[in-house]
């Protein structure tokens, strides 16, 4: 019987595994973590990310897990509202919903152990990929257990040990960042109305909502000319400077409870390749994507549908090797075009950001001319959103 090798038990690599399995293809999924808690997952599901779901059977996982539709986005400027909008963006349509990711790849696993083709291989990290005669054959394990496939899928994350031991090279972008990530205590403002706010004030810049499991996430733009030792700032005093007044009294009263935040290093960029004989790249492995507008489990999603597409019927019919390698390149070429265009309008939103943070005379006009400018730049925002929720390209599933 065929074997699929996925390594990396993220969004990508679990819906993957569960839709192969459905058809009866063998699945060994390899995680190098002995559970799915990491420092930080991206928790938004845009309506991409749950049509993607919808495809797969699988929207009623969501009601199982901790989950959490957001009510408005908001962007304040020096302290005055600049523009919201309601969710959702589109009549009929869904809003973007908050999920524990961990919560829902544990759901996805459970379903998936259910099929007698799938295994879970967790704690215990690929090392190397192994080759006979010039096409990948095996995964080496950290505990020198080789496993073999007939397919080595990598879905294991920006720093990808697969993309590395296959040479498949990533090119960075420019846009890559840092980000300083807070867990706060909740806050009555927030009960009424789940909104996702953009503040910035001066050269502060930072989002603010309340995440699917209850607490208050806080992302803060570290910037490369902001020489200050953000581990023994006064952080509850900085938000609360750069906050607008009615956020403002919360974080002073936090006070000490804040802890010392944990430091994302944001990596964007594409893979040249996503494939080579033997093996394949999908979601953050070939194309890791910046948070703006939580683009990476959705597009890591629309990645599965694509790539279940393709290999499906060749690895149902037992076909040799090199027919399975044949079909790894048009996986790439149908997923491309929108990894290109939504990094694009990513990279635009950052851009517009920059701008913004580095013009303190365009900040002072916008929050004074604020009834005059609002509805132009709410309408242009608006315009940009689309295809960051709904997805560039159709994608269907179609086995």
Excluded at 165 to 170: F, G, S, T, V
Excluded at 362 to 369: A, I, K, T
């Amino acid at each position: 019987m065929t074997q699929v090798v996925i390594v990396g038990a993220g969004p990508t690599g679990v819906t993957l595994a569960l839709l192969l399995v459905k058809q009866g293809i063998k699945v060994k999924l390899v995680e190098a973590s002995r559970n799915f808690r990491r420092i930080f997952r991206g928790e938004a599901l845009m309506p991409s990310g749950l049509d993607a779901l919808d495809q797969m059977g699988l929207s009623s996982v969501i009601e199982r897990i901790p989950h959490r539709p957001l009510d408005a986005w908001e962007f304040i400027i020096n302290g005055k509202t600049l523009f919201q909008v309601e969710e959702p963006m589109e009549t009929g349509g869904k809003p973007c919903t908050l999920v524990s990711q961990p919560a829902l790849l544990q759901e996805l696993v459970a379903e998936a152990m259910t099929y007698p083709e799938f295994k879970l291989i967790s704690g215990n990290p690929v090392q190397d990929l192994l080759k006979s005669q010039g096409r990948i054959c095996a995964v080496h394990l950290g505990d020198g257990t080789n496993i073999p496939a007939d397919l080595v899928i990598g879905t294991d994350g920006r720093n990808s040990v697969v993309r590395e031991r296959a040479n498949l090279q990533l090119k960075e972008q420019g846009q890559s960042f840092d980000v300083l990530w807070f867990k706060l205590a909740d806050s009555p403002l927030f009960d009424s109305k789940n909104v996702f706010y953009t503040i910035v004030k001066g050269k502060s810049a930072f989002g603010l909502f309340r995440s699917s499991e209850g607490n208050l996430q806080l992302g803060w733009t570290l910037h490369p000319e902001e020489a200050f030792d953000w581990k023994q700032a006064n952080w509850s005093e900085i938000l609360a400077n750069a906050a607008p007044d009615r956020l403002a009294g919360y974080f002073r009263d936090l006070g000490d409870t804040i802890e010392r935040p944990i430091l994302l290093s944001v990596k964007v960029g594409l893979a040249h390749k996503w494939y080579a004989p033997g093996v394949l790249i999908l979601g953050d492995a070939a194309h890791p994507m910046s948070p703006i507008r939580a683009q990476g489990i959705n597009v890591a999603l629309r990645d599965a549908i694509a790539a279940a597409n393709h290999l499906i019927p060749v690895l149902l019919q037992g076909v040799e090797v090199s027919q399975i390698d044949a079909v790894l390149a048009r996986i790439q070429t149908e997923r491309e075009p929108e990894i290109i265009k939504i990094q694009k309008l990513q990279s635009q939103e950052v851009l517009q950001a920059e701008i913004l943070r580095k013009i303190p005379l365009l900040q002072r006009v916008l929050s004074q001319l604020t009834p005059i400018v609002s509805p132009a730049i709410r309408k242009s925002w608006l315009s940009r959103q689309r295809q960051l929720r709904h997805g560039v390209t159709k994608v269907k599933l179609d086995i």
